[in-house]
């Protein structure tokens, strides 16, 4: 049977793997294979510690998420959507601000790459999001494990790395539109998309809205200052050639969260609402507006069979964050952000079984103070890292590993008021030595063994080492500690997959030792009457995990599958009520049902319909010193997912989803929430806001090819 090409990356929608098919106007492929996931996966080319290699190649532990799966994700933004793997979770402020969080570790210790550079964003704050439109994301590869190697200080706890959709058939023009309501909190978006590939001239053009009113449970109701609205606007210029590609990609990013602070009325214990009516799209006060705007210059040029890139990029993040009722429209902090990136790397032919990798990367930034209030000083930033990676495969074996050297400069300014130094001016210089080293050996063809060790490093940030002002969104005066040193750290690996045609099954094992680890807690002191007081201090940790995932399917259409994750974060020669890490989620079971109705229907195909049940443990490992956080009781939320493509005339015209999430509308606090903290109900006795309620979304894609 003949399908054309751009159905199957419709299907599997990874953009590493085009490039192979990209000059062909049809394939032979055997349907049955489409749907066999792991099998397709195998072959797929992802960016592990060590450089490009195929999936089943990578000693680092890599999960890939497609594009197809994201479209049958419920989610309110891009981290929301991959939170579901196994090892990955988020830190929430309501449903519109998420932040990452990789086997325990999150903030400054992830970096996120979208296309091609990493996301810079005054990623420091809780309250911070990642300013990346998902309707822009065409899968998503997950690095678990330090990968400092090749994405420099930062990467301690892993990569997201946020690809775009493959490029269009050559002489191919593509229409997409895309469109999603959520009951729950009135969430609505559209996205538009415009691309071709004419004569080797590539264009990809898209403008996407979001905008929802606030999100409700049966604990608290509709919960003041959680709406946000969203716009991005993209579009990328490319030329295809005989002597390589160029790409020039331009986007602008806006979010306008409300920032929820909690406040109850002391007699009747509900929520204070600090503006008009609740179920307005409109933002409440106080409010944030975010703005990103990226230039990003990618290129690829051949060198007989080898090849050399050439990425340059620049960034502007812009946020500003409104307080008074009274001047609604005046900020009172405005952090603007300058970043340029550079990253140039020379990737080699294969030489009997050896492949090397070598290059340079890295980024100068500035951060203004631009409003009447402070929490972080002026500063500059100067990073550059050199690294090497080599791969080696023979027989059932492959070796890879590399190098790194890092070196951070970092110029703090001074900022006086009222006579009384706020912000003591600095220097600081970070350097560090990282790599890694693993080994993979194809026990057969359905048995992989992977180990690998690996050394991480991460220079403290400017929000660690000179914070002094009230940080509104997170309701605390929040100090630095201008002595902290570098976090190392040394993981290891240890991973074994098999894959039948009815059974597949994963384990993962991991060990991380961190030296100096930075961590945020509260004190007894009061700088400024109302806010808590927060300080980064540091010590040494300690982290052991394990992951566990099956897939049964005993028939083709049938798939039962179950996952567990979970991580125990210590600090080392602690008390017990300082014993634990700040902010480490807790275990998590799922288990999930899938079965696919039809593949080749002449209307309605690949349908499915899917059941699942996410299950949280009790989290008693928690830190306990000053209040600083509190245990978490278990839950289990259940979902549910219907699904369809519609075909007319023998085309794929659309595909519809419909999915339920939290059903039984459980009442429920995330141990990662921050909103966990806010004000006690005085009625009730409950502290803190719970995450939402039941949610159903009705989403549908309408593909159109040219």
Request: glycine share 8%; aromatic share 12%; proline share 4%.
């Amino acid at each position: 049977m003949k399908i054309n090409r751009h159905i199957i990356t419709n299907l599997i929608a990874i953009a590493s793997v085009i490039p192979a098919f990209a000059q062909e106007k049809q394939v032979e492929i055997d349907t049955t294979d489409v749907f066999y996931r792991h099998l397709n996966l195998k072959e797929v080319v992802v960016t592990g510690a060590t450089g490009e290699t195929r999936l089943k190649n990578s000693s680092a532990p890599v999960k890939m998420l497609t594009g197809r799966e994201m479209q049958a994700l419920s989610a309110s933004n891009v981290i929301d959507a991959i939170s579901t793997q196994p090892g990955v979770s988020q830190i929430t402020t309501g449903s519109g601000i998420s932040k990452p969080v990789i086997r325990g570790l999150g903030y400054n210790r992830i970096v996120v790459v979208n296309d091609g550079i990493r996301q810079e964003g005054q990623q420091w704050g809780d309250e911070h999001g990642i300013e990346v439109d998902g309707q822009s994301v065409g899968s998503v590869e997950i690095l678990k494990g330090p990968a400092s190697l090749v994405y420099g200080s930062d990467a301690m706890a892993g990569v997201i790395k946020f690809n775009p959709y493959p490029v269009v058939p050559l002489g191919k023009i593509k229409l997409n539109l895309s469109t999603e309501y959520q009951t729950n909190n009135g969430l609505f978006d559209y996205s538009l998309n415009f691309a071709g590939n004419k004569q080797g001239i590539l264009w990809d053009l898209r403008y996407s809205e979001k905008m929802a009113h606030e999100y409700k449970n049966k604990c608290d109701g509709y919960v003041p200052n959680s709406q946000f609205h969203e716009r991005a606007l993209r579009g990328m210029l490319g030329l295809n050639r005989n002597w390589g590609k160029s790409q020039l990609i331009v986007s602008h990013y806006h979010i306008t969260p409300s920032i929820i602070e909690g406040e109850r009325d002391s007699e009747t214990g509900e929520l204070e609402v600090p503006y008009g009516k609740l179920k307005t799209y409109h933002h409440g006060m106080p409010y944030q507006q975010v703005y990103h705007t990226k230039a990003v210059l990618n290129n690829t040029f051949y060198v007989g069979d080898d090849r050399l890139n050439v990425l340059l990029g620049y960034q502007q993040n812009r946020r500003q964050e409104f307080e008074e009722a009274e001047h609604p429209n005046d900020y009172a902090l405005f952090f603007k952000l300058h970043t340029v990136n550079y990253n140039v790397n020379y990737i080699t032919r294969d030489f009997g079984g050896w492949k090397f990798t070598g290059g340079v990367n890295g980024m100068w930034q500035r951060s203004l103070n631009l409003g009447e209030e402070y929490l972080i000083p002026e500063y500059r930033l100067t990073d550059v890292g050199v690294f090497a990676t080599v791969t080696r495969e023979w027989s059932k074996w492959v070796l890879n590993g590399g190098v790194r050297y890092d070196y951070r400069h970092l110029n703090s300014a001074e900022l006086t008021e009222d006579g009384v130094v706020r912000f003591a001016p600095f220097k600081k210089n970070f350097n560090g030595v990282t790599g890694s080293l693993g080994a993979v050996f194809h026990a057969t063809d359905a048995l992989n063994l992977k180990l690998n060790v690996s050394r991480g490093f991460r220079a403290p940030n400017v929000s660690e080492l000179a914070s002094n002002g009230v940080h509104e969104g997170s309701v605390r005066y929040e100090l630095g500690n201008v002595n902290l040193k570098p976090e190392y750290s040394w993981q290891f690996d240890f991973s074994m997959d098999y894959t039948s045609r009815f059974f597949s099954a994963e384990l993962a094992l991991f060990c991380n030792r961190i030296d100096n680890y930075i961590y945020l807690h509260r004190v007894n002191e009061v700088i400024e009457e109302g806010y808590m007081t927060y300080r980064f201090d540091s010590g040494d940790s300690r982290l052991l995990g394990a992951e566990v995932s099956l897939d049964v399917h005993p028939i083709h259409s049938l798939h039962l599958g179950t996952s567990f994750s979970m991580v125990d974060a210590v600090q080392l020669h602690q008390p017990e009520e300082s014993k634990y890490l700040p902010f480490t989620p807790a275990p998590r079971w799922q288990v999930d049902a899938k079965y696919e109705l039809n593949h080749h229907g002449k209307v309605f195909c690949n349908s499915f319909v899917s059941v699942g049940l996410d299950y949280n443990f009790k989290q008693n490992h928690y830190y306990k010193a000053d209040n600083t956080e509190t245990a978490t009781p278990a839950y289990a939320l259940l979902n549910a997912t219907i699904g369809t493509d519609i075909n007319v005339h023998g085309k794929h015209v659309a595909s519809v989803y419909v999915i339920g999430s939290n059903l039984t509308d459980k009442v429920y606090q995330s141990h990662l929430s921050r909103l966990k903290y806010a004000d006690v109900n005085p009625v009730t006795g409950r502290q803190g806001v719970s995450n939402m309620g039941r949610n159903i979304t009705f989403k549908v894609v309408v593909p159109l090819m040219f």
